[in-house]
């Protein structure tokens, strides 16, 4: 029995132990992402100055859902799945604003209305590949736990449609576990 009333004494000793306001670079970080795609963010932070963004959601409500492409358009929502392999370092000397670059790819669900049908409005589901590259700023809010980014990049589909290019921005929060 004392030494569950000890563990339970360390465990809140140290979740009362006021935490040091830097940057939280160097961890897991959850959040939602408004933009193109739109949806939700995981970020896992690896040493000092690298880390993995993914985002899960979908693509067509920023810039518009009807678009030329190919021989036809995609007029609906999509969903997207985005992964980057990111560098990050301070900006301006400062630990809580941070820019960061990267690259990864980008797979995406579509439904495509080729001309062909466009008497019977018809469409064809497919999926498409391609690489991605993302260049943003993150703001770790001083003494919180989340921190807010800006991001723009640029999508060049490999599959079905070679060199399809398509901006892709957002804003967002994450919460630094």
């Keep these: 029995m004392r030494r569950i009333l000890l563990l339970i004494a360390l465990l809140t000793a140290c979740l009362a132990t006021p935490r040091q306001a830097l940057a939280q670079y160097n961890n897991w970080a959850f959040g939602f992402r408004i933009g193109e795609p739109a949806g939700v963010n995981i970020r896992k932070y690896f ?23 190919r021989s ?9 799945i ?52 993302v260049a943003g700023l993150e703001y770790f809010v001083p003494n919180k736990q989340y921190s ?19 901006v892709s921005s957002g804003v967002g929060v994450r919460f630094n576990l």
Excluded at 72 to 80: A, N, P, Q, W
Aim: aromatic letters at 18%; zero cysteines; a negative charge.
């Design 82 to 133: 985005q992964g980057h392999y990111l560098w990050h370092d301070r900006v301006l000397g400062n630990d809580n604003f941070r820019g960061y670059y990267g690259f990864g790819g980008q797979i995406n669900s579509r439904r495509y209305y080729p001309d062909r049908f466009a008497a019977t409005n018809d469409y064809e589901s497919a999926i498409a590949l391609g690489g991605s590259a």
């Design 148 to 166: 807010i980014f800006a991001e723009l990049g640029l999508y060049a589909e490999v599959v079905p449609a070679p060199l399809f290019l398509s």
């Design 47 to 69: 040493g000092e100055n690298h880390a993995f963004d993914l985002n899960v959601g979908t693509y067509g409500g920023l810039y518009g859902n009807t678009r030329a492409y």
């Design 72 to 80: 036809g358009y995609y007029k609906t929502v999509g969903l997207s």
